[in-house]
């Protein structure tokens, strides 16, 4: 099930195009909706993606996480079971599920969009844990 928001709020907009872009594979699509100082933090805290926990910076090291993680799966659906709207920003509750290697994975989690005054996306930041969503893990 999806929530259907009504608002126009351009973090929401911001997010649905994230996650369009993400669930099609369009890089150059995805990476243009960052501001140029814009960063991703997904997950939150340091993990195997980002050892040091600190996020992934400007365009090309945002292009690094791409290549990391979206590029190297077999499909990506968002599943948002509800949107709060606040200031610049946009939180989204539900849950990521990724297919890769014969395998789909269930991350839940909250999913925080921050855009500019210019609508761009300022930030990215996913709070998920690793070992709840590997518990979900099936084989197809």
Same mark, same amino acid.
């Given at each position: 099930?999806?929530?259907?928001?009504?608002?126009?709020?351009?973090?929401?907009?911001?997010?649905?195009?994230?996650?369009?872009?993400?669930?099609?594979?369009?890089?150059?699509?995805?990476?243009?909706?960052?501001?140029?100082?814009?960063?991703?933090?997904?997950?939150?805290?340091?993990?195997?993606?980002?050892?040091?926990?600190?996020?992934?910076? &400007? *365009?090309?090291?945002?292009?690094?996480?791409?290549?990391?993680?979206? =590029?190297?799966?077999?499909? +990506?659906?968002?599943?948002? /079971?509800?949107?709060?709207?606040?200031?610049?920003?946009?939180?989204?509750? &539900? *849950?990521?599920?990724?297919?890769?290697?014969?395998?789909?994975?269930? =991350?839940?989690?909250?999913? +925080?969009?921050?855009?500019? /005054?210019?609508?761009?996306?300022?930030?990215?930041?996913?709070?998920?844990?690793?070992?709840?969503?590997?518990?979900?893990?099936?084989?197809?």
């Amino acid at each position: 099930m999806t929530a259907e928001t009504t608002t126009d709020h351009p973090a929401l907009i911001a997010s649905r195009a994230s996650q369009a872009a993400a669930s099609g594979k369009r890089k150059e699509e995805w990476l243009n909706l960052f501001a140029e100082d814009g960063w991703v933090e997904d997950p939150v805290g340091p993990s195997g993606f980002d050892p040091e926990g600190k996020g992934h910076h &400007g *365009r090309e090291a945002i292009s690094k996480f791409y290549d990391m993680t979206i =590029a190297n799966t077999d499909s +990506i659906e968002f599943i948002i /079971d509800d949107q709060l709207v606040c200031g610049s920003e946009v939180v989204n509750i &539900g *849950r990521i599920r990724t297919v890769l290697a014969g395998a789909q994975v269930d =991350a839940e989690g909250v999913f +925080i969009y921050r855009v500019t /005054d210019e609508g761009k996306l300022q930030s990215l930041r996913a709070f998920w844990e690793v070992d709840r969503a590997m518990k979900t893990m099936t084989k197809l």
